[in-house]
């Protein structure tokens, strides 16, 4: 008999037999399979723009001079923004664990509570990715000049009349207004054909391609969020007395947690 | 009698996989992920080299993957057969990553 198989089989030894490897039901594991392969996708996105900034490594513009906008501060503030926004996705992925937990323990109100909290934190993250998506769109008033001798040079809106370039040297005054007086072109803002942050459209291409495929992914957490909280709150898993999905869109979150980590540091930091 | 046995092993695995994850365990591991972020952060505005900063930040990042991905998502407390699925694919990014730095260097500059 069966029973008598698993009795003489020592636990330990998982692949003889009365045990399951994963111990785990599929439809979560159906989950983590799509996770991996989300992994990849977003692993090849940000691998392919690591080699094309390391091919570009004179001309790509230093994250801490184009991310430094802080609302209602008119001064440089270079990462405290994603700090913040960082910030906002780490905590709403600690109310997802809360969440999850006390739907273990089949607890409804907790579970709304904290699912509720994670919807909060989720829309947060994507205003906060609205108003950064707006200023690297709009731009500086005065923008970026490609100088008659196909030089690079940028302006700062904090000190007018100033030109920088990539390298770090300034020019201003008569200097400055004769250079910007030849200059071919005057690049405002950024799009996908060129930006006024460096002399190459790659780096706004990758910037909306891989913070648009995330901040997509947060919005889809958020509408799967939505619903599960929805489900909770008509009581259709306290009747099967199973709060498994929402551990399944937890798992969710906390991918889209992982890969903002990973942008932070190669777009932001590094 | 054995199939009694049998449950009560797999009731205290299970059992044993919801303990490790307690409150103050999240909260803790939350405490983590906000310092080495805002340790990130510091760092940056100092005059260290670039180059011991970007490793510095490579490393830290992989310190915050292990805490999200083992205690969120909870992978550090599901079966071992489970965590070796689901992290040995990983090692064909390390291998992309590799091609794509080394190749990438000599994109566009090679006649076509």
Request: no cysteine.
């Amino acid at each position: 008999m069966s029973s008598q198989a698993s009795a003489t089989t020592a636990p330990e030894k998982m692949w003889s037999g009365g045990h399951s490897p994963f111990n785990m039901r599929w439809g979560k594991m159906y989950m983590w399979i799509f996770l991996i392969s989300d992994a990849f996708t977003f692993s090849s996105l940000i691998i392919a723009y690591g080699a094309l900034r390391h091919r570009f490594a004179d001309i790509w513009p230093d994250p801490d001079l184009v991310f430094t906008h802080f609302p209602f501060i008119h001064a440089h503030v270079p990462l405290m923004y994603v700090g913040l926004m960082t910030f906002i996705l780490i905590m709403s992925s600690v109310t997802m664990v809360l969440a999850v937990d006390a739907g273990h323990r089949l607890k409804k109100a907790a579970t709304l509570k904290w699912l509720g909290w994670t919807i909060v934190g989720g829309f947060l993250f994507l205003g906060s990715q609205a108003w950064e998506w707006y200023h690297f769109i709009k731009g500086s008033p005065e923008g970026a000049y490609v100088l008659a001798d196909g030089r690079f040079a940028r302006t700062d809106y904090l000190e007018p009349g100033i030109l920088f370039f990539n390298d770090g040297t300034r020019v201003v005054g008569a200097e400055a207004e004769a250079l910007k007086a030849t200059a071919v072109k005057n690049i405002i803002g950024a799009n996908l054909k060129e930006n006024e942050y460096g002399n190459t459209p790659l780096f706004g291409d990758f910037f909306f391609f891989i913070t648009g495929f995330h901040g997509f992914h947060v919005f889809s957490g958020v509408v799967l969020n939505i619903i599960v909280f929805i489900m909770v709150w008509r009581g259709v898993l306290e009747r099967k007395k199973d709060y498994e999905l929402v551990e399944k869109v937890g798992l969710y979150w906390h991918f889209v947690d992982l890969v903002w980590v990973f942008v932070f540091t190669f777009f932001y930091l590094v | 009698m054995t199939d009694m046995h049998h449950e009560v092993v797999s009731h205290a695995s299970e059992e044993k996989a919801h303990s490790a994850l307690n409150t103050k365990t999240i909260w803790k591991v939350f405490w983590i992920l906000l310092l080495v972020t805002v340790f990130e952060v510091a760092i940056s505005f100092t005059a260290i080299p670039k180059v011991v900063l970007i490793w510095t930040f490579i490393a830290l990042t992989i310190v915050k993957s292990y805490y999200i991905v083992g205690y969120f998502m909870h992978l550090k407390f599901e079966e071992v057969p489970f965590q070796w699925t689901v992290l040995l694919p990983f090692v064909l990014i390390v291998y992309l990553i590799f091609i794509a730095l080394y190749e990438g260097t000599a994109l566009g500059l090679i006649p076509g």
